[in-house]
């Protein structure tokens, strides 16, 4: 069965190195796009940071943004999904961090709101939507720990997150969903968050069947939801246990893999 729904992750994937989309996979988009193909974009990212990129594929479709933690409209600017963390257990993570390292950077989204005790400065300590926003708020962490919680975030250095990666669920267990993208940020969410669920969801609202789907992505956040879709591919740039999951590695990020894809599988 030909795809109908394509699920694709941003950053190392559809995103060339430069943070662009090719006009060659531009418009393969396009053209799956007129073929009646739903594509859908999940990231890890929020919504104010996927704009440029929807609006530029013309795409009417809900959006999958935190890893799953939320699946909005942007047409609408409407939620259809959200699934925060409880405000209490964040700042219990936090602490757990914090006595561990007290110099980790902290930053939490709520909703499409980015609030932090500390910018960093350091562009290989931000995340790739630090790089064009600024927060909303810089304050004492307890001031904004009021409402639960889209999804938490932990920088620093990898040898940090490395140590976090292991002990943060060791400490919590069931409690969070803890994921990564990069060598030097840690995401974590509600334990009933994740790419594979929100786009499930997402299938099931447009009637289109699992065994139509197709998923595309590089780093672990993008594993479940590739072993949830009928076809998973990944970059030649995937992280190794990515790749071998994959039924097929297509060409690295800056090689149009996507186009490659949607020609093979789509068209």
């Not at 030909?2 to 006009?23: E, F, Q």
């Not at 859908?40 to 940071?49: D, F, G, H, I, Y």
């Not at 790419?195 to 780093?219: H, V």
């Amino acid at each position: 069965m030909k795809a109908k729904l394509i699920a694709l992750d941003l950053d190392g994937t559809l995103l060339s190195s430069r943070k662009s989309i090719t006009p060659r996979t531009h418009t393969a988009l396009r053209q799956a796009i007129a073929a009646g193909v739903k594509i859908v974009l999940a990231t890890a990212r929020p919504p104010r940071s996927v704009k440029s990129y929807y609006d530029a594929l013309k795409l009417d479709t809900l959006q999958i943004n935190y890893n799953g933690a939320l699946v909005w409209h942007e047409p609408s600017r409407k939620v259809f999904s959200h699934t925060p963390l409880d405000a209490k257990l964040t700042k219990r993570v936090i602490e757990f961090a914090r006595r561990e390292y007290p110099e980790v950077i902290v930053s939490v989204e709520i909703l499409d709101k980015w609030y932090t005790d500390h910018f960093a400065e350091s562009p290989e300590y931000q995340t790739e939507t630090a790089k064009h926003f600024t927060p909303d708020f810089i304050g004492p962490i307890d001031a904004f720990l009021r409402v639960p919680v889209t999804k938490l975030m932990f920088l620093g250095p990898q040898v940090m997150m490395d140590d976090l990666w292991t002990s943060t669920p060791r400490k919590f267990g069931n409690d969070i969903a803890i994921t990564r993208s990069d060598a030097h940020l840690l995401q974590i969410m509600h334990p009933a968050t994740s790419k594979a669920l929100a786009l499930a969801s997402i299938a099931a609202e447009y009637n289109i069947p699992r065994e139509a789907t197709l998923a595309i992505g590089d780093a672990p956040n993008d594993i479940a939801m590739m072993q949830w879709a009928a076809m998973a591919l990944c970059p030649d740039n995937a992280w190794a246990e990515v790749k071998a999951i994959a039924k097929e590695v297509l060409p690295h990020h800056d090689e149009d893999p996507v186009a490659a894809a949607i020609e093979r599988y789509v068209l």
